[in-house]
């Protein structure tokens, strides 16, 4: 069974509390404290799995859970960390919060592995808080909770090249015919009712991938037939063969049915209409007036705005060749780039509650700015500033929140000195 969606859960794991204890040992006068930290929670993890090309396993199993972490115990003992949940998924996965529909990460290119949500930090012994005026300290710092989300997992195939047309117009056998694919072939609509995938091995070339949309009707985008189930499948795709009936075998006019299937992609998604075609108008192979034949109208009407027309047949392979080297030259001419998918919703960003309070003031004695707060606080706990990504997320936390707003309002320059939990930076605006 093949299955290009899901929604699934997935939660991270809660830090471990810090312990509170003693140090007891006979000949010790006032050991002090001595409870130790509390483990990490387990992260949520993605990993690309080549060998993958459907998301069945996440129809069956719907919640995923990483392991919390543990407390910390007596004797200065570390509680220990949580295991991290590992998914694997097929390339060509995009992950996306499922309230929005905003995307969070598109498993896609140089994105092989990505952790998703971090698991919370383990909470302080009560060791961390002796001093000199409070030696027995009878609090320790609770873990950092678990984050959780609801995601949709999207199977956009990786392909080069899209196959689209009228059901019936032979896209099956064409496909059978120039790759390794066994596409189902058979002379009724909706023959092919998944995605087919094949590779084109060219003398000279480095080839090139094909997929094949089913289900592409007029009305698609409304729903009607397999609707649009499937077009996503070619949002990655650099050029698209537009298959058609040119023959008229079931008595359909070809160049209205090529505005009808360009009307709905345009529908779909206006980008992926305006990506270069190659019409292949097909089953020449029954067309026994070649003089006279439909092809040419086909041609008068389509070359002329700039998208060539290759008459083939898909049964006898005659044409076949041409179209294919001419599809193999648009391809290296756009370039070797996958498509992939910018981030439209943090995580991180999401997690940090908007409702927490904060504080930004001038601290006169040091000659510094200090920022503060529970909100600020918990979104230093879900970046990691030592990465240039993990600093431009914080910058932009702080720009969001309007937190570089009261820092110009209290009159910060360009060298001045922002701290925030122990973090210093040198304010440039």
Same mark, same amino acid.
């Given at each position: 069974?093949?299955?290009?969606? @899901? ?21 010790? /006068? @006032? ?151 066994? /596409? ?112 040419? @109208? ?132």
């Amino acid at each position: 069974m093949f299955a290009d969606r @899901a929604k699934i859960y997935v939660r991270s794991g809660k830090g471990g509390d810090g312990h509170v204890s003693f140090r007891r040992e006979k000949y010790v /006068p @006032a050991g002090g404290p001595d409870g130790g930290d509390g483990g990490k929670g387990g992260d949520v993890i993605f990993v690309v799995d080549q060998g993958l090309n459907t998301l069945i396993d996440f129809r069956n199993v719907r919640k995923y859970k990483a392991q919390d972490g543990e407390p910390g115990g007596k004797r200065n003992c570390r509680g220990k960390d949580g295991s991290d949940i590992v998914l694997k998924v097929p390339p060509g996965t995009v992950i996306k919060e499922a309230a929005s529909g905003q995307v969070i990460v598109d498993m896609s290119g140089d994105n092989r592995q990505v952790t998703l949500l971090k698991g919370g930090r383990g909470g302080s012994g009560n060791q961390h808080y002796a001093t000199s005026t409070m030696q027995a300290p009878t609090y320790a710092q609770p873990g950092r909770p678990a984050k959780e989300l609801e995601i949709l997992l999207e199977l956009k195939v990786i392909a080069d090249v899209g196959l689209v047309g009228l059901p019936n117009v032979g896209k099956s056998t064409f496909l059978a015919r120039v790759t390794n694919a066994k /596409p189902k072939i058979a002379n009724y609509h909706f023959t092919t009712l998944n995605p087919n995938l094949g590779v084109v091995d060219l003398d000279g070339t480095n080839g090139f991938v094909i997929a094949d949309i089913p289900g592409l009707i007029e009305g698609a985008s409304e729903g009607i037939g397999l609707g649009h189930e499937f077009l996503r499948h070619i949002e990655r795709t650099k050029v698209i063969i537009h298959i058609v009936d040119a023959a008229g075998t079931e008595g359909r006019d070809p160049i209205e049915d090529i505005y009808a299937i360009n009307k709905e992609l345009d529908a779909y998604n206006p980008d992926i209409a305006r990506r270069p075609q190659v019409i292949a108008a097909n089953k020449i192979d029954v067309i026994y007036d070649r003089d006279d034949s439909p092809v040419n @109208a086909i041609k008068a009407e389509f070359e002329p705005k700039g998208i060539p027309v290759y008459p083939i047949s898909a049964v006898s392979g005659e044409g076949v060749r041409e179209l294919l080297y001419h599809v193999n030259g648009m391809l290296e001419e756009l370039g070797n780039e996958v498509t992939v998918f910018e981030q439209e919703f943090f995580p991180e960003q999401a997690a940090a509650n908007q409702n927490d309070p904060y504080t930004v003031e001038y601290d006169a004695a040091k000659d510094e700015y200090v920022v503060e707060g529970p909100r600020v606080e918990k979104m230093l706990g879900y970046t990691n500033l030592e990465s240039e990504k993990g600093f431009a997320f914080f910058q932009n936390f702080l720009k969001t929140n309007g937190i570089l707003e009261q820092l110009e309002a209290l009159g910060i320059q360009d060298g001045d000195t922002v701290r925030i939990y122990g973090h210093s930076f040198d304010y440039y605006k």
